[in-house]
């Protein structure tokens, strides 16, 4: 069973930085697509960055120039580098994995003041 936990969530104030992880309980090798999507309250789920076979990566339009994603193969891990925050970055973050099937992490709540 697949398992994807978060870390790195909380408050930041605008303009602020956050640095999210995301660990899984295996290789991230064995997966094709790894990456973040996020749920403000009240909206839909939505893309934030996604890494595919290891090496492309892409990005949801309001994220693009302030968050980086990044792996590390080592820990089996993806990370996502969160600058510039914005109040409307604020949103439940979820680390999200295709392997054999969708796999989702938890969550963490990231909230920006303003």
């Known amino acids: 069973q697949v398992q994807l936990v978060e870390s790195g969530g909380g408050l930041a104030q605008a303009g602020g930085s956050l640095r999210l992880s995301c660990a899984a309980s295996?290789?991230?090798?064995?997966?094709?697509?790894i990456g973040w999507y996020r749920q403000a309250l009240g909206k839909q789920r939505e893309l934030v960055a996604l890494?595919?076979?290891?090496?492309?990566?892409n990005y949801g339009d309001s994220v693009k120039g302030r968050f980086t994603i990044s792996t590390d193969s080592a820990k089996n891990e993806v990370s996502l580098q969160m600058n510039n925050l914005k109040p409307e970055d604020t949103a439940v973050y979820y680390c999200?994995?295709?392997?054999?099937?969708?796999?989702w992490g938890q969550g963490t709540q990231v909230t920006v003041s303003s």
């Open positions: 890494v595919t076979r290891g090496v492309y990566t």
């Open positions: 999200y994995a295709r392997g054999r099937d969708d796999y």
């Open positions: 295996g290789s991230i090798f064995t997966f094709s697509v």
